[in-house]
């Protein structure tokens, strides 16, 4: 599957397309249509159900999306987010010097100095793509961007660039709202900010994009999970760094064989685990995910161990869609040095300590990706996602046969009834009723009810797969708990 042509299909259905096209849109920014709409709030809510609703230790945020500039002082964004960039000094069209390093070998040159890289593009002789020019020296770029708030100079904020500081800025809070339990998950979704480079490949590289989080609180002398046993022999497809310095490629293994020794480890293999069949049950092809382990050299300021759980994009290769990262008391112990007060939680026998984070970090937007990836389809003359009941955008459509004869009243009252049940359901009316299926086909909608003239007789309807194209007669009255069972399979 080639990432244009998944852009041009998602354009064309309303899944997302590039912001204010009438004025050539604008790099790194995509509106999501009726679709994409349904189908990204759906994973959403699948992900919250999964890992928030259903979890015993964590609990939700809704943080600020601007906050007080000391948060990134203290939490080393301001000092150390920046990206490698190289600019032509023909055109002046500017790169991120590691994804032209990367292109030009296949090896990743992420987290290596500006120096090295400058050095790396003179001797692989790279030009710049868009104009066959010669690339300045490589130098960091800071990928926050600043505003001002309220009506005064020099008033400088930030939106924020990941949404992981508001909660560990409010733990003092929430630890103590959570009864100062520990271990204690705080989960939040909501969107980030990073002025990157070079966005490109449709959703995968965005300026403005929506995360899902957890930041993980575990006491470091008490740091067994619970749910261990259940976790420890799940195998996937894995690369340790070891193994990358080796120059070998991914294989199964269990995942827990991936994980070193280290404080949490147990928690690190549970999130892995945990992450890795949610994206098979929403349905992200297993086979086209792995979990690559962070060189030294890659890893942000505050990580002391990353997994990245990638998924394989055809042309685009293996690419990160979640990381999992071990923050170490990083973020705690710079804020409460900042701020000049405690992060600390408190054992049974009164001694207090500074809690440790795991962080399991979703991209929205990516996961979304992975999905379409996942589910498109050419079976013969259809086109078509076999979404996932759970994440599909429309669960149902309801036609009459004809647009006459009392149909569409029966189709009607149906269609109603499946919404007031709080099914996603879709009326339509137009057109043969053939090119309505592919219409849906091509959205993802598992199922289509067709009221017919043999319905206003026995009041039974039509309900067509998707995927087998197979139809069955069911009685009206029974199309709610037909379609809630199958969702639960």
Not at 162 to 190: C, D, H, S, W
Not at 337 to 343: I, R, T, V
């Amino acid at each position: 599957m080639d990432i244009r042509k998944i852009t041009d299909v998602a354009a064309k259905l309303g899944i997302a397309f590039p912001t204010a096209e009438v004025y050539g849109g604008y790099a790194g920014f995509y509106d999501w249509g009726p679709v994409g709409t349904e189908l990204k709030n759906n994973v959403k809510r699948s992900w919250w159900k999964e890992f928030v609703h259903a979890s015993h230790e964590v609990v939700g945020l809704d943080g600020s999306i601007i906050t007080n500039p000391e948060v990134w002082k203290a939490s080393g964004h301001v000092e150390h987010f920046h990206d490698p960039i190289t600019v032509c000094k023909k055109c002046g069209k500017r790169y991120r010097a590691d994804h032209l390093i990367e292109e030009a070998t296949g090896k990743s040159a992420e987290g290596k100095p500006p120096e090295e890289m400058s050095e790396a593009i003179r001797k692989l002789g790279v030009k710049c793509p868009e104009c066959g020019g010669e690339l300045g020296d490589v130098v960091l770029f800071n990928l926050m961007f600043s505003t001002q708030v309220g009506p005064y100079e020099g008033s400088l904020s930030y939106l924020r660039p990941e949404t992981a500081q508001l909660i560990f800025v409010n733990f003092p809070r929430l630890y103590q709202i959570a009864r100062k339990r520990m271990p204690l998950g705080i989960a939040q979704v909501g969107k980030a900010f990073r002025n990157e480079i070079s966005p490109r490949n449709f959703l995968f590289r965005l300026r403005e994009f929506e995360q899902m989080e957890i930041e993980f609180f575990f006491d470091p002398e008490d740091d067994k999970c619970p749910y261990y046993e259940k976790v420890k022999d799940y195998e996937a497809l894995v690369l340790t760094a070891e193994m990358q310095e080796r120059g070998e490629r991914e294989k199964a293994m269990k995942v827990s064989e991936a994980v070193p020794d280290i404080p949490g480890r147990e928690w690190v293999v549970y999130w892995i685990v945990r992450s890795l069949e949610w994206f098979e049950k929403i349905g992200v092809r297993k086979d086209l995910l792995r979990v690559r382990e962070q060189l030294p050299e890659e890893r942000a300021h505050y990580s002391e161990g990353t997994w990245d759980v990638e998924f394989y994009f055809g042309s685009m290769g293996w690419k990160e869609i979640e990381g999992i990262a071990h923050r170490g008391t990083y973020d705690l112990r710079r804020h409460s040095e900042h701020a000049g007060k405690p992060f600390e939680a408190v054992r049974s026998d009164g001694t207090k300590f500074t809690p440790m984070v795991v962080e399991p970090s979703w991209g929205v937007d990516r996961v979304v990706l992975a999905l379409l990836f996942s589910a498109y389809d050419e079976d013969g003359k259809r086109k078509l996602f076999r979404f996932r009941p759970a994440v599909a955008p429309y669960t149902v459509a309801v036609f009459p046969l004809v647009s006459k004869d009392g149909l569409p009243e029966k189709a009607w009252e149906l269609y109603m009834s499946l919404l007031d049940s709080g099914i996603n359901a879709v009326y339509d009316e137009k057109g043969s009723i053939g090119r309505r299926y592919r219409r849906q086909d091509e959205v993802g909608t598992p199922w289509c009810i067709t009221v017919d003239h043999q319905s206003l007789e026995d009041n039974t309807v039509t309900i067509r797969d998707r995927d087998s194209m197979e139809q069955v007669r069911v009685p009206a009255t029974e199309v709610v708990e037909w379609i809630r069972k199958r969702m639960k399979d």
